[in-house]
């Protein structure tokens, strides 16, 4: 059965299809009211920003509800709240590109992992990111595979592509080259990014003994002391 606030959310909206492009379904979400989410209102525009490139073209509404409903699900807001318990990934800050991509392709491949797991909602932010940014044939077929637990060489590629595009943007101090694709990505490379990061679980860290303890990481759930 599909959410129903999805279900009436993509009945309600009445837009005209097919959409070809992110940048048409924006266009037509910007003039929209806000739209009601498990009791909380969201900006449409917002919202449109966040259906990856690669889930376009919609067909119709019955495409659009499928493609909204597989993005929720890999949130891990399919039936509840992200859990604070659940399974936590090795530190991945401060390790090599090569550890990082591991730490990701672990987690991603992790089937043990409930669906609302932290670290595995962050590990497939990952691989959205990087699907975006590269573009590679059959994105969409590669992100439902990495939903689905399988990591395939063609969506590995494309993480180690972002992964080092990121890192060099760090390296010379071209911020933007980050912000422009996630500033969660930041945190990957235990930078402090311009903005609160981590938009879905943003936390301020606490104090512990006068020493500074890092938020939880947006993308593998773990809680880093310094």
């Not at 990856?52 to 509404?61: E, G, K, Q, T, V």
Request: glycine fraction near 6%; charged fraction near 20%.
């Amino acid at each position: 059965m599909p959410d129903p606030d999805l279900l009436r959310i993509v009945t309600d909206l009445k837009l005209r299809y097919p959409i070809v492009t992110k940048a048409d379904f924006i266009a037509q979400a910007g003039h929209r009211p806000p739209v009601t989410f498990r009791g909380t209102p969201y900006s449409l525009a917002l919202a449109a920003t966040l259906l990856p490139d690669f889930f376009f073209p919609l067909d119709s509404a019955g495409d659009l509800l499928g493609k909204a409903t597989e993005l929720v699900a890999s949130r891990g807001l399919a039936t509840a709240p992200p859990s604070t318990t659940a399974n936590r990934s090795a530190p991945l800050l401060g390790r090599a590109l090569e550890e990082l991509l591991g730490g990701v392709e672990g987690v991603v491949t992790d089937t043990s992992r409930a669906a609302n797991d932290p670290a595995r909602v962050d590990a497939l932010d990952v691989v959205t990111h990087a699907l975006e940014l590269v573009s590679p044939p059959r994105a969409l077929a590669l992100w439902r595979a990495a939903a689905a637990g399988e990591f395939r060489p063609e969506a590995r590629a494309a993480v180690a592509t972002m992964l080092d595009h990121v890192r060099a943007a760090i390296d010379r101090g071209d911020r933007q080259a980050v912000t422009s694709i996630c500033e969660c990505l930041f945190d990957l490379f235990d930078h402090v990014a311009p903005a609160p990061v981590g938009g879905w679980r943003a936390q301020q860290p606490p104090q512990s003994a006068g020493r500074p303890v890092r938020p939880v990481h947006p993308h593998t759930g773990v809680k880093e002391t310094a």
